[in-house]
T-cell receptor, first 113, second 113 residues
Framework: RKEVEQDPGPFNVPEGATVAFNCTYS??????FFWYRQDCRKEPKLLMS???SGNEDGRFTAQLNRASQYISLLIRDSKLSDSATYLC??????????????FGKGTHLIIQP | DAGVTQSPTHLIKTRGQQVTLRCSPK?????VSWYQQALGQGPQFIFQ???????QRGNFPDRFSGHQFPNYSSELNVNALLLGDSALYLC????????????FGPGTRLTVT
C-alpha cells in the first residue's frame, strides 16, 4: 500500500463549480500535512498547510481527520487558473527538525470555461 | 529576497556518465532536501542535508550522493547514470526546527540517453 494515496483524476470541472479532493495516508506517525500545487513542468508550490482544526485561505479549505488518516481540499468558485495538479503531502518530525516529505502522485484538475 | 535556485535548468547525459546538480537555498534557510520526480509521479525524497551532514536518506542507491557547503548551498551527484534516472530533480529548502514547510526550486530536468 502506498504511503499517500490520491485519485489521479483528471477531474474536469466547469468554471465556478466547487470541487473536492481527498487523500489518505498510511503512517499514523505522520505529523505534518500539506497541499502543494504543481503546474505542468514546474516545481511544486505550497498551497496550504493542513491542521486538525481545519483551515481556510480564500476559496480554499483544507481539513485533516487524524482518526481516519484522511486529508481533504475544497476549492470553491473554481477559476480557469486553478487548473493544475494538486499534491497531497505528509511529513514527520525527528531529532529536532522536519524530515523529508512524502508525496502522493497528485490529482489532476482541469477547469473548463 | 531570492528564492531557491537550481542549476543547470536542463541536462542531457549518456548512460554510465556522472552528473552534478546544484542548489542554493532561500535566504535564512539552513536545510536542503533533494527529490526526484519521474513523469506522472509525485516527487520522491532522496536525502536531506543540515550542517553539512546527511541528516536523512530516502530509498535511493549509493549512486546518489550529496554535499552541503558552509553557505548552505548543496550538490547532488549521481554516478553510473541509468536510463531510469531521467527525471526532474527538485531541491527544497527549509529552516530546521522552524516549521515543516519546504520551498522548492524550479528543478533540473535530467535526460539520460
Amino acid at each position: 500500500r502506498k504511503e499517500v494515496e490520491q485519485d489521479p483524476g483528471p477531474f474536469n470541472v466547469p468554471e465556478g463549480a466547487t470541487v473536492a479532493f481527498n487523500c489518505t495516508y498510511s503512517n499514523s506517525a505522520s505529523q505534518s500535512f500539506f497541499w502543494y500545487r504543481q503546474d505542468c513542468r514546474k516545481e511544486p508550490k505550497l498551497l496550504m498547510s493542513v491542521y486538525s482544526s481545519g483551515n481556510e485561505d480564500g476559496r480554499f479549505t483544507a481539513q485533516l481527520n487524524r482518526a481516519s488518516q484522511y486529508i481533504s481540499l475544497l476549492i470553491r468558485d473554481s477559476k480557469l487558473s486553478d487548473s493544475a495538479t494538486y499534491l497531497c503531502v505528509v511529513g514527520r518530525y525527528s531529532g529536532g527538525g522536519a524530515d523529508g516529505l512524502t508525496f502522493g502522485k497528485g490529482t489532476h484538475l482541469i477547469i473548463q470555461p | 529576497d531570492a528564492g531557491v535556485t537550481q542549476s543547470p535548468t536542463h541536462l542531457i547525459k549518456t548512460r554510465g556518465q556522472q552528473v552534478t546538480l546544484r542548489c542554493s537555498p532561500k535566504s535564512g534557510h539552513d536545510t536542503v532536501s533533494w527529490y526526484q520526480q519521474a513523469l506522472g509521479q509525485g516527487p520522491q525524497f532522496i536525502f536531506q542535508y543540515y550542517e553539512e551532514e546527511e541528516r536523512q536518506r530516502g530509498n535511493f542507491p549509493d549512486r546518489f550522493s550529496g554535499h552541503q557547503f558552509p553557505n548552505y548551498s548543496s550538490e547532488l551527484n549521481v554516478n553510473a547514470l541509468l536510463l531510469g534516472d531521467s527525471a526532474l530533480y527538485l531541491c527544497a529548502s527549509s529552516s530546521l526546527g522552524q516549521g515543516y514547510e519546504q520551498y522548492f526550486g524550479p528543478g533540473t530536468r535530467l535526460t539520460v540517453t
